[in-house]
């Protein structure tokens, strides 16, 4: 399967990342979300991936972490591209190996910044995110594919 992100990379400046990702339920149908999302590099793997920042306590990461993987779709216009495959998740509620949780603020950040937004206040981003127990979620792109 293609994994190209050019015209994902496209689309993420376009809205700002703003896409739909969609996870399984564990009665098998699909729960689907606005988020905004962005191409980082992971953290242990240095390779691209898709990345956004979830909620904790959300739906969509009591699923990730039942099936971790997901489909996330960009859409500008008529253009689309939707990016399927396996998640990794980084927070406070799901620590991995090689990661120093330390790192945790830069990572959000890293991950927020890659949409293509700004920020003007770190230090209460920072507050923020911790206090709502943030959590990267990235999608290693196995299934790339769209209109564009």
């Known amino acids: 399967?293609?994994?190209d992100l050019t015209t994902v990379r496209e689309l993420v400046a376009g809205e700002r990342g703003l896409a739909m990702?969609?996870?399984s339920r564990p009665d098998g149908s699909v729960q689907a979300t606005v988020v905004n999302a962005g191409l980082p590099v992971h953290p242990l793997t240095g390779e691209q991936?898709?990345?956004f920042v979830a909620?904790?306590?959300s739906a969509k990461l009591r699923h990730l972490r039942r099936r971790p993987r997901a489909t996330i779709t960009f859409r500008v216009g008529w253009r689309w591209a939707t990016v399927e495959g396996p998640v990794t998740l980084i927070g406070p509620d799901d620590s991995v190996e090689g990661f120093d949780p330390a790192q945790l603020p830069q990572l959000l950040?890293?991950?927020f910044l890659s949409t293509g937004a700004t920020h003007d206040d770190w230090p209460t981003y920072?507050?923020?995110?911790?206090e709502e127990r943030?959590?990267?979620v990235f999608v290693r792109p196995e299934r790339v594919y769209g209109v564009g």
């Open 1 to 3: 399967m293609a994994t």
């Open 21 to 23: 990702v969609a996870t």
């Open 49 to 51: 991936v898709v990345g």
């Open 55 to 57: 909620i904790g306590g």
């Open 109 to 111: 950040r890293d991950v």
């Open 126 to 130: 920072d507050r923020v995110m911790a």
């Open 134 to 136: 943030r959590c990267a």
